[in-house]
């Protein structure tokens, strides 16, 4: 199955950004997991970070056509990006929404994910392990 992974704003500064809430792990290193965990399961990702609205639709555009499933943790779009949300609604992308701390006990704000309801699942307040999670997920689907 091919993957797409894409994270959202602020994902490169993993490591160094509040690392009290989203870890010391870098995004070097969680890419490197992931791709590990890829390959245990005998799958093929894409994986790409940015942080630009436009910028993540044009990823998945690029994209939809190469990928079976797509996990993404949309960052602080998660909670008012309509346009990521039409995307991956339009491209019929297969999505799973990961998120590192578990936002339904976050600040108000960021309890509310727009982009929930045009994804098969969501995995979040696991650190690293939602992503796993969220690629076993895939395989599951895939069968």
Not at 99 to 113: A, G, M
Request: aromatic share 8%; charged share 15%.
């Amino acid at each position: 199955m091919n993957i797409l992974v894409i994270h959202g704003p602020n994902l490169q500064l993993l490591g160094k950004r509040q690392p009290e809430l989203y870890g010391k792990e870098t995004l070097a290193q969680l890419n490197a997991r992931l791709k590990k965990h890829a390959a245990y399961l005998g799958q093929t990702l894409r994986i790409f970070q940015s942080n630009c609205e436009g910028g993540i639709i044009d990823l998945l555009t690029a994209n939809a056509a190469w990928a079976e499933a797509l996990v993404i943790n949309p960052a602080a779009y998660t909670h008012y990006s309509y346009a990521i949300r039409d995307a991956i609604e339009g491209l019929g992308l297969q999505a799973i929404e990961v998120h590192l701390t578990d936002i339904s006990k976050r600040e108000p704000f960021r309890r509310v994910s727009v982009i929930k309801p045009v994804c098969l699942a969501q995995f979040a307040g696991g650190g690293a392990l939602s992503y796993l999670t969220a690629l076993d997920y895939c395989v599951s689907i895939g069968n």
